[in-house]
T-cell receptor
């Protein structure tokens, strides 16, 4: 049972286009939603994260949009570049110390940016 | 500054063999985690250690054991490997207020 559902599983976008990845979560105790980027042969690395007290967070070309009532959040990659080709994972976590700060990951989206 | 180091990077085992995956971090983090990554499943938590001396089960603990040897090291042991445990294993560590930092993984194949 996957508590964080991610879509699409893969997408192809032209250089300069917009990549959009969507996630939906079930656990209302989650209060921290990070996105991780993973290149082949490497471990995931934090890209950007959001707390549910804001609806949007932007860092450079990467934006998270958050809809608390719908329990959904999404990653937008603007002006996509070939170097953005990677697998992206959304995740949810409860920041309460007793919960162990465990991350629950979505299934991942493989993004290919064509030059 | 190495961050999170996992050894070995690759391993092939036969069904029934045992092995230990090693993880060490040099960031003085209190919490450490073991995940497995399978296609379409994302990363699933096997075990975690919130602090030195404590360990807890994650989402998929069956078939695994862990040891938090000291603050730096957290090992994952497969006592009797099964083909279903073929996966990529990631170790991570974190400190309160910081994100989890991941190693580069151990690719394990069980024949």
């Amino acid at each position: 049972q996957q508590q964080v559902k991610q879509s699409p599983q893969s997408l192809i976008v032209q250089k300069g286009g917009i990549s959009i990845i969507n996630c939906a979560y079930e656990n209302t105790a989650f209060d921290y939603f990070p996105w991780y980027q993973q290149f082949p042969g490497k471990g995931p690395a934090l890209l950007i994260a959001i707390r549910p007290d804001v609806s949007e967070k932007k860092e450079g070309r990467f934006t998270i949009s958050f809809n608390k009532s719908a329990k959904q959040f999404s990653l937008h990659i603007m002006d996509s570049q070939p170097g953005d080709s990677a697998t992206y994972f959304c995740a949810g976590s409860s920041m309460i110390k007793a919960a162990g700060n465990k991350l629950t990951f979505g299934g991942g989206t493989r993004v290919l940016v064509k030059p | 500054n190495a961050g999170v180091t996992q050894t070995p990077k690759f391993q092939v085992l036969k069904t029934g063999q045992s092995m230990t995956l090693q993880c060490a971090q040099d960031m003085n983090h209190n919490s450490m985690y073991w995940y497995r990554q399978d296609p379409g499943m994302g990363l699933r938590l096997i075990y975690y250690s919130a602090s030195e001396g404590t360990t807890d089960k994650g989402e998929v603990p069956n078939g695994y054991n862990v040891s938090r040897l000291n603050k730096r090291e957290f090992s994952l042991r497969l006592e009797s490997a099964a083909p279903s445990q073929t996966s990529v294993y990631f170790c991570a560590s974190r400190e309160t207020g910081d994100p989890q930092h991941f190693g580069d993984g151990t690719r394990l194949s069980i024949l």
